[in-house]
C-alpha cells in the first residue's frame, strides 16, 4: 500500500491497482471512461477524480536531480537534460511540441490561464531567474532552432534577432540583403533599428563586399551573412 499526496484517508494498492479507504475499511470501485480507469477522491467535502495511472505516479514521485524550478510556476519543474518540463501534480512530463515556424514548445497553466513558451525560453529563464525577459527575445546563435542548449542561446532585440537569421527563400540571388535590379544592377538594402541603409553596385562582388562591411558594422555580434 502506498500512501497518496494530500489524501491521509486512502492508500493505493499497487498490486490490485485500487485505491484502498481506510476509514470504510473497504476498496473502492474503478470506473472506466475512455479507456482509462478513474476513482472519485473526497476530501474537505469535495471530490475529485484521478486516474489510477495518476495515482500511481503521484505515489512514486520522481526523484531527479536535473530538475529546476520554473519562476512562477510552483506546479512545474524543467529538466535541464531533457528539455522537458515535469508536472508535480500529475507526476508526469509534458509533451512538446514543434510549432510551424519550427520551435519547441509548451503549454502552462496557472490560475486556470494558459501561456504558451518556448523550450529555448524556458531554458534560458532556468538559467538566469532574475533576468526580465518580457520586452526581449531569445536567440539562437547557430540559428538551429532545435538547439535549445544554453551555451546556444542569449536575450536580444527584436532587431537583433531579425539580424541573425538566414537567407529568405524569396531571395532570387540566394544572397542575404542584396537583390537583382530591372537594370541588370544589385542593389543591398538593410533596415536596422528604423535606420535604411542601401546602395546599388555594377557588379555582384562589389555589392557583396559592400554588405560584408556594413553588416558587420551595424550588426555587431549579431551579424549573419546567410
Known amino acids: ?13 499497487l498490486d490490485l491497482q485500487q485505491v484502498y479507504n481506510i476509514k470504510k475499511n473497504r476498496y473502492l470501485k474503478n470506473c472506466l471512461n475512455k479507456g482509462s480507469y478513474y476513482v472519485k477522491l473526497c476530501k474537505n467535502g469535495k471530490v475529485k477524480k484521478y486516474t489510477i495511472h495518476n495515482l500511481g505516479y503521484m505515489c512514486n ?10 519562476p512562477k510556476y510552483d506546479n512545474y519543474r524543467f529538466d535541464t537534460e531533457l528539455y522537458k518540463v ?21 503549454h502552462l497553466y496557472k490560475n486556470g490561464k494558459s501561456k504558451t513558451y518556448g523550450i529555448h525560453q524556458l531554458v534560458y529563464i532556468c538559467n538566469n531567474p532574475t533576468d526580465d525577459i518580457s520586452d526581449y527575445q531569445i536567440d539562437h546563435i547557430d540559428c538551429d532552432k532545435t538547439n ?42 538593410l533596415v536596422k533599428n528604423g535606420i535604411r541603409y542601401e546602395k546599388t553596385f555594377k557588379t555582384l562582388e562589389q555589392a ?4 560584408d562591411r556594413v553588416v558587420r558594422e551595424v550588426c555587431g555580434e549579431f551579424a549573419n551573412l546567410g
Do not use: A
Request: glycine content about 4%; charged content about 30%; proline content about 2%.
Open 148 to 189: 535549445n542548449k544554453i551555451e546556444n542561446l542569449r536575450k536580444c532585440s527584436h532587431s537583433d534577432n531579425s539580424s541573425n537569421s538566414k537567407t529568405f527563400i524569396t531571395n532570387k540571388l540566394g544572397i542575404k540583403y542584396i537583390h537583382k535590379t530591372k537594370c541588370n544592377t544589385y542593389k543591398f538594402k
Open 1 to 13: 500500500m502506498k500512501d497518496i499526496p494530500g489524501y491521509d484517508n486512502y492508500k493505493l494498492d
Open 208 to 211: 557583396i563586399k559592400h554588405r
Open 61 to 70: 514521485p520522481i526523484e531527479n536531480k536535473n530538475l529546476v524550478n520554473i
Open 86 to 106: 515535469y508536472n508535480i501534480k500529475t507526476n508526469m512530463y509534458l509533451k512538446n511540441y514543434l510549432d510551424k515556424c519550427g520551435y519547441y514548445q509548451i
